[in-house]
Structures are given as structure tokens and as C-alpha cells.
């Protein structure tokens, strides 16, 4: 029974129900005597006593030790009554009924007296202590069986919105999957109280006020997400309103995110509207829901996990009059934690991937500066952080090598060349997956060490090919070959965002074709910002072509026309090159077996001559 | 479904099922347009478009955006064919079917390309992640509504010795209860396996070996506890050795405590017998098992739980030979986390019940000085580490204090007045109780401030005071009333040990009646060295009368009679008294409700005129 206890919190102070030692029992083994029958015995001048039986572990003796007696003893065995010390064995010598002792003992010597270590009454463990096992074996130890613990909090989770569709499912067109229902569960049931996802709600009136009222009836708490912007008309503040006095105590907080989130109490139930998009909904539920949660389970709003210290990676601005969370990765340097803001949107998947707490900058605070120190409240206590940072360029090619790693627990920030290289300044990242394409010398990475003056502090390792060309519908219905088939008037072209290796290529060979692209390419206007995005909008008929590496026209199903390579390669800080994780990876990249299974895995990649080998430093 | 995969270990590689967003979608509520209808649209150059329709959240619209035309969308609705970008509803002016547009804008503004966050074949989660609510909330987004994780590995636990009582039983005389087995359970548990308790086992070779032959068929891991001991023959030893091949593959290591831990593998199964000390027990399967399991988890050997860094409160010496591995006691102070090595020996409760993690000290070395820097293992992930510190005598008078306080996370270390007063003088300790009496002044506490140093960097705070007395069985059926009385030949006494405050007042007693105690006083050289022990005994017939507080004559249900009273105070270095925690306790100390609950509550207790006041600085 006390084993299930662990993480539940004590509802009353534990006294000791017995003593500990609840005898006077042995430490060691050897013979329980009169600690005065022994003065003077040395190694030269022993004392012999009568050996009158024995006290074994797990019965009080029957005998008494009277003076000239003695009684082997077993450590842990109780002391005979008449004894008040025992003599080691190995100070002892048994010839048949008698025992010679060749060192003296003084009154208590190698007993543990009755409660001398815990006694009866003691207060043991006091009211809301956490239990974790080291307190299930004191409450073992003191003799309970069963301690009263608060109960646990029933929460109902809510998802609204009408876009919403359980994970179950398939997903329709225009719809996406319930996200918050099941974190927001997760998170609840981690901190060890009960929640029940109840579903997905419409954006209608009606329907949310009856459902959220008879939850009021059979839960502590409600928690809702999404339906709380402006452009839903206050839906959830209206129904929150009017299911109970006294209603609607907070609306539109002054903070970022979570400026819609409502807080409401009716019929002694709390009733709290979370923001839709899942970043904000945790570092919401995170930042107001946890401490209340912990109140209920009688826990300190202290202990609303773990915290880490870091440097702010780079300077944000928040603007005053408002609080603001700010959701943050964090990578481990020499210099400790940097904390990169992410910014990708709290919508986006990516930020939650990559979100591992997040940074509160109060509302006094205009901005927060680069390498300025921040408290990062970590998302889990079970969130995992990096043993290997890869900040820049995303590549499958990284995948594989990390799969045929030893897979340390990795990180990968993906925020584009770019920014990888000025991480590998910064020292921050282990490893920079990189594709920048030198116009002048139409080359790649090599000459960027200059620009980014990393000569000497940190060496620019080749990489492999990735074959990039034309991406069409399956069969080529509209026969596109070239570049110049990009022309025709019935061919809608994706095309790359500005800065990217890709968009400098397509840039190039249009030149070639003098014309002026603008007005002779049908959607040049249209920039894709990744290879994806351009394989998907061909795959779903948005547009005919578009340029991206082979392995997403494979992704896709769709035809590939091939019209050249670009090179990634890995750029690594000096201080990093030591690391463990890094030369695992750099083990893997020049190893035969990502040789062979790089072209087989990845179609249109290729290792090159000097794969693996270090082109500039 | 997913929401119940935290704190597992995902078994595979997991990859994106949907593109995120699914759709090319809208990041604001506005008018979806083409592009280049806008350009140059600004404040006194407004375009005007005709509204064709509009894009709900939820479902792909019908509709298609023509030159000239503009469709109303909402935030996260799907861009209508035709158009490639969005104009924010604040720039922008509906009258009747038409819209005035106030604000150019580029192709893809505001649109959320479709797999522009994460695309469909992503890798989102690497094999061996440990789920935490962030990753199900990965999961549920790119479609996981099920993954592969890790079987938990299920593992059998026996407890062994003669000695042993299951606590949901009544304590028989000469026994204990089993500890080990709930404690282990609980940190299995708590590292996310299965663990089944399967009880007690005698020292007795044939019950070993046919219950644990019996467990091998059916659970991954044997931990056994306790009857590893050179005293039991190796008998755990011979069962682990002959269950089967290849059987003990390592018995006796060079660590303390753990020595006799034996492990054994047999049918493919492993076999861990651990020492039967809980503490021990503890650290043992910390540092040996914990690994084993996390590997059988999935999860990294390195996983292995919090540490935190912390400075070693006094040198301890280990002697080379062996690793030690040494439980400590955290107390935070303001140099950061100090440990204190526990010696209360491994089968103490108390050591238990302080033992926050432990130290590993290497072989090579033999010893580790005071304030070296050390790594503490935690014992478990769900302790608290403490927000008071209370360090020195013990007395359920400060319970009582932390009671009627805001019960702040308080740890209490009970090491008697004197290392009190160490533990100030080095800051570590934020309260200290003490009862030490000075013998030329007869007085408690004051003249020690000049004898350690004290006086400006420590103050003395008026506790209260407690009656002692005699202690005699109920009845007081041998007519004890007086010091005098101990010299009968048929009262036993127990004594209190040398430098008690307790011993001082006894010898001080016993002196004036001008005798020899030792010859004179039966009992005299019985030394307990607590309250309780004195009360046990007496309780137990193993003594007619001893000295102690009242309180303790309560909690046995022994007569009183009493002989004076003794002062406890409270010491308190400079530097800790503006803590929140020591502030709430003098508010405490020093309000009506303690000054009235005391003598209710603790028999023989009594506040004083200057209780609370400084007494010394």
C-alpha cells in the first residue's frame, strides 16, 4: 500500500508508531556480556565467561547473562536481559561451553539502545511532505501501513474550435488535429492529478454552455483551450459568465501569450479558457494553471518544477506594458545554458518541439539584452535536454547520421544556414548543417569562413551532394524539361524565398534565359520558404514545378528532373571538435557504412572525395 | 492514448504523418488577395476590391480569388485558390460587397505555407526520446495518436531475514519491519518499470531458492535484500549460483557500504541480492541497479536522476581500497548546496530520513576534506530538498513551532547542542536549538556565545522551558521520589550520557549526596543517550527510574516526578535571520497562540517572561 504512495503529499503529521531500534539489539556479532566482567581483559590477559545460549535475529531471548556468563549474539539479535554490551567475535574465543574475551567493552559498547534512533511519537515527517521512496521507507520503518494523503484534483479538459479533429481520426481537409487536449492532459496527470479529456467542442453558444456545466457538476476544475480570441466574440468568457456566480473574475491578462485566457469560479469550481495555439496553451497552463493545480494537491506553488539558469542567446524586444513568456530552446555551452528565444509562432510545431521552458520578462522590462541571465522554467520534469546541439541547416542526411550514431539525445534548431554559422561564432552550437553558395566563385561554405572570420576557431568539414532539379506531378503531364519550359503560359511555377542556396540557383539559370521573370514566369511572385512547401503545393496542384532536392519529389511521389548539386557541409566550433557526441558523429560521416548507405537511403545524395574531411579551418 | 505514453521511451524513430500546417493557411483575420492587386495601396492610395465569399476555419472554401476580387478569412481558415496573401483586417475597410485595402502586401504575407513547419516524413521524434507532455503534444500534431515505446521491464523483489515483519502486521517482540521492499518497489515504480513485492523470505536455503526459481520464469529482474552478510553463510550467494548458467558473476565489491551485494545472471534473467540496511539497500540499487534498468527501459545509462553540486561539510576519511559511497544531508545556504556526510549508520531510520542523495568518493582516494566540491546523486527524483534548516538539539517544541508556522519545507538534523553550534558558526544551519548548560554559572546557552566565537555574527533567542525529572513506572510502585532513592538496592537506574545537559544535572544531584555512584548507584555506568531510551527502559522493566523531560513520561505512560526545569533556546547566525522561512519561526515563537498552545500540548513545557526576546548577539 505505502509503495503507491510516492509523489502524493502527507494530509497529516506522521509519528512514530514504534522505536526504532524497538529493542536493545546487537551491531555486531559476538558475545552479549557485563561490560564489567570485562575491564582489564587485553590480549595478554583474557577473561573467560560461561557461554549460557544464544540470542538469534527475530526472537527475544529467553536466558539472562548474569556476572561470569556470557551469550553469543548475532548482530541485530536482541540484547539478554542481564547484558549491557557485546564483544566482537573477533575479540572472542569459543573453547566447547566457554568463551575467552581478549578486549574490554564498556556499558552500551555495540548496542542500539531502544529508540535511541527514532522514538515512539517523534514526529517522523510533518504535513505536506511530497513522498518519494526515501519517505515510503521511513513510514515503513516507523510501522504504517497507510498514511492519509490529499486527494487527488479531478480536471475536465475541453479543446474548441470548430478546425479541431481528434488525432484518431483522419485528418479532413482544412482541419488539423487536437494538440492541447492530450498535452495539457499529460501535463496534469505528470504533476499526479486526475484529468479527463472530454473532447472537442464546437464554437457554438449551446453546446459549450451545456457541456462545461455538467462538468462543473462532476470536476474540480475546467480547463478549456482555444475559443478565446476576440474573433470568436468572447464565446468562452459569455458561457464561463453565466455558469455560476460568481463568474468571470480575469479576462485578457496583461501578458504575451495568453492575453485571452479567462479565469473564471462557479459553484466553487474553477473554470479556466486557455489560448488555442499549443505554445502558448502550455507555458499558459504552465504559468497560472500549475500553481493552482499544486494548491489542490496540497503542494507549495513553489514546486512547480524544475528551473534552470541561462544567458539569453540573443536580444529580444518585448515592449513595455505587458508580461511576456517567452518560449525558449536551450543549448548547453562551456559557458552554461543559452537560452534561444524561439519565434517560430506559438502555432508552429517546430517551436514546440523545440520549446523547452520558457523566460518570464515582466512587464517593466522593455527588453530582454543578449547574455543578460534568465530563469527558463523547464516544460517537464521528464523534458530531456541535449547532449548534441545542431543549429542551422535542416538535412535528412543529419538524420541518418544520428541513426547510425550512438543517438545521443540530440537537438536540432533548424533556423537555416545563416544563422548556423553565427551560432558556430557565438560557440553555441556543436554543429552547423550548411549549404551557402558563394555567387562569385559559384562554390559552397568554403569562402564563408572569411566573411564570418572563423579561420582558426572553427573547422568547416565536407559534407555530401544533394542533386536538386525540376519537382512535377507524377508522369510530367505538362512535358517540363528545363528551365525554359518555366516560360509557357500554362505552367505555374512555385518558386524559393530570397537567400536561399535554391533561390540564388533558379536565379542563375533564368538570367541565362534573358528575359525578366517577373513577368514571364507564371507565380515567380509565389516564394516557398522550404523544399517541402514547394514538393507540397506541386503534390496538391497549386502550382506545376518548382526546384527542391530529389528526396522530396520522393516524399511526394512526384517526377524529378535533375539540373544539378549543391553541397552541404558541417561547420563545428574549435572548443566543440572534443566533445563526445561531435566526434561520434564525425566518426559516423567518415565511416564506409554512411558511404554505402547514404545514396540508398537518401535518393539523390551522394559522399563526395573528401567527405568527412576538413576543407577549411 | 498517446497522452499515457509520458515518462516511456519511444521505441522507434517517429516521422511526420501530416504536413503542418496542413494547408497553406491564414495567420490573421482579413482578406485573402492577390498579391499584386495591392502594390502600392497605402493610407491615401487605398484599392478597392470586390468580396466574393469567404474562408471559414475548418473547411476548404469553394471559392477562387480573381484579379480584382478578395475573399474575407479568419485566423487559421485556408487560403482560397487564386489568392497568395492575406491583408489584415486592421488595414482594410468592408462597405457592402466591397473592401478597401489601406496597405500593400508581398506575395505569401501572413500565409502560413503548408508543410512550411513541419512536413509529412519529418523526422519530429528520435528513437530513445523520453515522452514528456511537449512530445505528445508533437505526436498528436503530426498525427501519432499511438507509438512504440519500450515494454516496461517487470522485476521481482524479495525481502530476506528472520528478523523481518511485513508493517501491515502488528510488530512482534525482537522483530522490525521489512523496509526494503516497499522503498524498492517504490523507486522501480518510480523510474517507470514494473516492480512486484513478493514479500518476506526466511534465511533458509530451500524457501530462497524454490521462490526465486519461480520468479525467474516470470519477471525480467531478481532483487533480493538483506542475507548477503558473511554471517548467513553466503547463502543468497548459493541460491543466485545455482538457479542457472552462467550464475554469480560478481560477489563482494569493493564499495562500502554494498560490499556484499552479489549479482548473478541465470535463464537470461538478472539476479541482484542487495545489503539489507535500507540506506545501504538505497544506494546500492541507485548506483548498481538504477543503470541496469534504465538500459532495459530504453533510456541512457546517464539518466540516472537529478544531481546537485555541493560542498562537503567536514572531511571525511574513507581510506583507499574500496569506493565509498557516502549518504548525505543537503542544506542550502548561501555558498550554495553544503552536504553533510551522515554516520548514523545505515540501519538508522534517521539516516534514512536526512539522507537526501549520496556521494561517490573514488578508490584511489582516502579521504575528502571539508568544503571540497562534490557531486550528490539524488535519491529519487520526487524529494524536496528543505526551505528551513534545523540543525542541533531536537525538541517537540520546535515541531510545534514548524506546526503552528506556515509549514515551511523544513529539514531538522539532530546532532545534539554542540554541533549546533558548529553549524552556526558556520552558517549552514538557519536555526539551531540548544539546552547546554554552563556549570559555573548553572545557566543554559548565553556563556556559550563567547566560548564559540559568536557574539556579532550569531544571536541568541529565548526558547522555553522543559521540566525534568524522575521517570518511574506507572504507580511508581518502588516509592521513587528523590535522588536518594536511586541508592536502594533494589531500584535499577538508567543513566544519560557523559556531556548531556541531562548527565551534568544527575552528577550534579548525585554529588550532593556525598557517595560513590558508581558503587552505589545500580544502574550508574548504563548509559542511554536519549529522552526516550531513558523512557523505554523504564517502560520495558529494564530499569526502575532515570532522568528525562516529562514529555517522554506522557509518551510511555510512566509517572513523573519532577526535579527542575532546563532552558532550550534557539541560535541563529546574522546572515539567516532575514530569511522568510527563520522569520516566520520568530513570529511564531513569539506570538499568544504558542504561548498558550505550549504547556497544553507538551506536558512540562512553559514559555518564559523573555521567550522570543534576544537574549545574546
Redesign the interface.
Known amino acids: 500500500?505505502?509503495?503507491?504512495?510516492?509523489?502524493r503529499v502527507l494530509a497529516n503529521?506522521v509519528t512514530a508508531n514504534?522505536?526504532?531500534?524497538?529493542?536493545?539489539r546487537s551491531?555486531v556479532?559476538g558475545y552479549a556480556v557485563r561490560?564489567?566482567n570485562t575491564y582489564g581483559a587485553e590480549e595478554d590477559k583474557p577473561v573467560t565467561l560461561r557461554i549460557i545460549g544464544e540470542s538469534?535475529?527475530?526472537?527475544?531471548p529467553k536466558i539472562e547473562v548474569e556476572l561470569g556468563e556470557a551469550a553469543s549474539i548475532?548482530?541485530?539479535?536482541?540484547i539478554p536481559?542481564g547484558s549491557?554490551a557485546v564483544v566482537m567475535i573477533e575479540y572472542s574465543k569459543k573453547t566447547g561451553e566457554k568463551v575467552t574475551i581478549y578486549r574490554s567493552v564498556?556499558?552500551?559498547e555495540n548496542v542500539?539502545?531502544?529508540?535511541?534512533?527514532?522514538?515512539?511519537?517523534?514526529?517522523?515527517?510533518?504535513?505536506?511532505?511530497?513522498?518519494?521512496?526515501?519517505e515510503?521507507?521511513?513510514l515503513?520503518?516507523?510501522?504504517?501501513?497507510e498514511v492519509a494523503v490529499y486527494r487527488k484534483p479531478s480536471i475536465a479538459i475541453f479543446s474548441t474550435?470548430?478546425?479541431?479533429m481528434p488525432?484518431?481520426n483522419k485528418?479532413e481537409?482544412?482541419?488539423?488535429?487536437?494538440?492541447?487536449?492530450?498535452?495539457?492532459?499529460?501535463?496534469i496527470?505528470?504533476m499526479g492529478a486526475k484529468a479527463d479529456?472530454l473532447g472537442i467542442l464546437p464554437d457554438d453558444y449551446e453546446s459549450l454552455r451545456s457541456r462545461i456545466d455538467d462538468a462543473v457538476s462532476r470536476y474540480d476544475m475546467i480547463l478549456t483551450s482555444g475559443s478565446t480570441?476576440a474573433?470568436l466574440g468572447d464565446m468562452i468568457y459569455r458561457v464561463f459568465q453565466n455558469i455560476g456566480e460568481p463568474g468571470v473574475l480575469v479576462h485578457g491578462l496583461r501578458i504575451r501569450p495568453g492575453k485571452p485566457t479567462v479565469a473564471a469560479v462557479a459553484k466553487g469550481k474553477a473554470l479556466i479558457g486557455l489560448p488555442g495555439f499549443?505554445v502558448s496553451a502550455?507555458i499558459a497552463f504552465s504559468a497560472f494553471v500549475k500553481p493552482l493545480i499544486l494548491q489542490l494537491l496540497g503542494l507549495?506553488q513553489t514546486?512547480s518544477g524544475p528551473e534552470v539558469t541561462g544567458k539569453l542567446a540573443f536580444r529580444i524586444e518585448t515592449g513595455r506594458g505587458a508580461r511576456h513568456y517567452i518560449p525558449v530552446n536551450l543549448i548547453e555551452s562551456q559557458a552554461g545554458y543559452a537560452a534561444y528565444p524561439l519565434f517560430?509562432?506559438s502555432?508552429?510545431?517546430?517551436t514546440?518541439?523545440l520549446?523547452d521552458g520558457y523566460v518570464e520578462v515582466p512587464e517593466r522590462k522593455e527588453f530582454v539584452d543578449e547574455g543578460e541571465e534568465v530563469q527558463v522554467r523547464l516544460?517537464?520534469?521528464?523534458?530531456?535536454l541535449a547532449e548534441l546541439n545542431i543549429i542551422g541547416s535542416n538535412c535528412?542526411g543529419i538524420?541518418l547520421i544520428?541513426?547510425l550514431s550512438g543517438?545521443p539525445?540530440?537537438k536540432q534548431v533548424n533556423v537555416g544556414s545563416t544563422a548556423g554559422w553565427k551560432a558556430v561564432d557565438k560557440g553555441e552550437a556543436d554543429i552547423a548543417g550548411t549549404h551557402l553558395l558563394d555567387e562569385d566563385t559559384m562554390t559552397y561554405n568554403i569562402k564563408f569562413m572569411q566573411k564570418y572570420d572563423l579561420h582558426g576557431r572553427a573547422i568547416l568539414v565536407r559534407g555530401y551532394s544533394r542533386r536538386h532539379g525540376l519537382i512535377v506531378s507524377k508522369g510530367n503531364p505538362k512535358h517540363i524539361e528545363d528551365f525554359k519550359d518555366l516560360l509557357r503560359k500554362n505552367v505555374l511555377f512555385i518558386n524559393r524565398n530570397k537567400g536561399s542556396g535554391t533561390r540564388a540557383f533558379i536565379d542563375q539559370n533564368l538570367g541565362k534565359l534573358d528575359i525578366d521573370p517577373e513577368n514571364n514566369v507564371r507565380g515567380y511572385?509565389?516564394?516557398?520558404?522550404?523544399h517541402?512547401?514547394v514538393?507540397?503545393?506541386v503534390s496538391?496542384g497549386?502550382a506545376d514545378a518548382g526546384i527542391a532536392i530529389e528526396i522530396?519529389a520522393d516524399?511526394?511521389n512526384l517526377d524529378f528532373i535533375p539540373l544539378g548539386e549543391e553541397i552541404f557541409d558541417f561547420l563545428i566550433p574549435k572548443q566543440k571538435i572534443d566533445k563526445p557526441s561531435v566526434q561520434e558523429f564525425l566518426r559516423v560521416l567518415r565511416s564506409t557504412s554512411f558511404v554505402e548507405k547514404l545514396p540508398l537511403r537518401l535518393r539523390g545524395y551522394n559522399t563526395l572525395p573528401d567527405t568527412g574531411k576538413v576543407v577549411a579551418q
Open positions: 500500500m505505502i509503495e503507491h504512495a510516492v509523489g503529521d514504534v522505536d526504532s531500534p524497538p529493542f536493545d551491531e556479532d561490560s564489567n538469534a535475529v527475530g526472537r527475544i548475532a548482530t541485530g539479535a536482541p536481559r549491557n564498556v556499558p552500551g542500539a539502545q531502544t529508540g535511541s534512533d527514532v522514538m515512539v511519537g517523534d514526529l517522523t515527517l510533518k504535513r505536506g511532505t511530497v513522498i518519494s521512496p526515501r515510503v521507507g521511513v515503513t520503518a516507523t510501522g504504517h501501513f474550435g470548430n478546425e479541431l488525432v484518431s485528418l481537409p482544412g482541419k488539423v488535429f487536437d494538440v492541447n487536449g492530450p498535452t495539457i492532459k499529460s501535463m496527470e505528470e479529456y480570441s474573433g499549443p502550455m507549495k514546486d517560430g509562432g502555432g508552429a510545431i517546430s514546440l518541439a520549446a516544460l517537464s520534469r521528464n523534458l530531456k535528412p538524420d544520428i541513426e543517438r539525445n540530440t511572385t509565389y516564394e516557398a520558404r522550404t517541402s512547401a514538393a507540397a503545393a496538391q497549386r522530396f516524399a511526394y
